[in-house]
């Protein structure tokens, strides 16, 4: 199973909006509506983002948005703040009954 | 409070064995899913295994089949990474995270450990 592919980096000025894609294949992210992405700052462990493509989990920013079109989810951060800064990792179910993650995103705040 | 805390730092020799630990609090146990997540040095997550620990019920990424062992004690609500040979590039910190379904909706990791680095040198 391939890891799904993500840009290796995407950047921005605060205030700004950017959007990471995820891209799979019709065995994982095209067949199930669950993706879920992850915030990993540096040294810590991974923070659940955005569940089942667009839901929020309570106590993270409306600023978060995710959505899927065909074989790729995409994650829009809105009003970029500083504590953005952190790479991202998208991760879905597949047909062979096991998990697969992105290949994680760099976000930089200009 | 929902947490899951993992046992300490390792530092081991090639050809030892290891077992970490992942021990879940303020939930029940035995109705979640334990996933076990790999990051090796510098580089992205890889999913590695689950385990259901009412049933035991365990899954393998290809990856890591036989590579290592999953396990659980539900009676202290503990789940378990094991290898019984470690190499030099087993050498990675190792995230446990719970999962509240396992391939339909729900399926997410929402609590995750605080990790556990091992260290394979020689």
């Known amino acids: 199973q391939s890891a799904l592919t993500q840009p290796a980096s995407v950047s921005g000025s605060p205030g700004q909006s950017i959007t990471i894609s995820c891209t799979g294949t019709s065995s994982d992210v095209g067949s199930y509506n669950l993706v879920s992405w992850y915030q990993q700052h540096p040294g810590k462990a991974p923070k659940l983002m955005i569940y089942?493509?667009?839901n929020r989990p309570s106590g993270v920013s409306n600023r978060f948005s995710g959505s899927k079109s065909g074989n790729t989810a995409s994650l829009t951060i809105s009003g970029l703040q500083a504590e953005d800064e952190a790479d991202y990792y998208c991760r879905s179910y597949t047909s062979s009954s096991t998990d697969v993650f992105g290949t994680g995103t760099k976000v930089t705040v200009l | 409070e929902v947490q899951l805390v993992q046992s300490g730092a390792e530092v081991k020799k090639p050809g030892e064995s290891l077992k970490i630990s992942c021990k879940g609090s303020g939930y029940s146990f035995t109705t979640y899913w334990i996933g076990w997540v790999r990051q090796m040095p510098g580089k992205g997550l890889e999913w590695m295994g689950i385990i259901y620990p009412g049933d035991s019920d365990t899954r393998y990424s290809p990856s890591f089949q036989g590579q290592v062992t999953i396990s659980a004690d539900k009676s202290i609500s503990t789940a378990y990474l094991q290898w019984s040979s470690l190499k030099a590039s087993d050498t990675a910190m190792y995230y446990c995270?719970?999962?509240?379904?396992?391939?339909?909706?729900?399926?997410?990791?929402?609590?995750w450990g605080q990790g556990t680095l091992v260290t394979v040198s020689s």
């Open positions: 089942e493509g667009s």
């Open positions: 995270a719970r999962r509240p379904t396992f391939g339909s909706k729900g399926d997410y990791l929402d609590y």
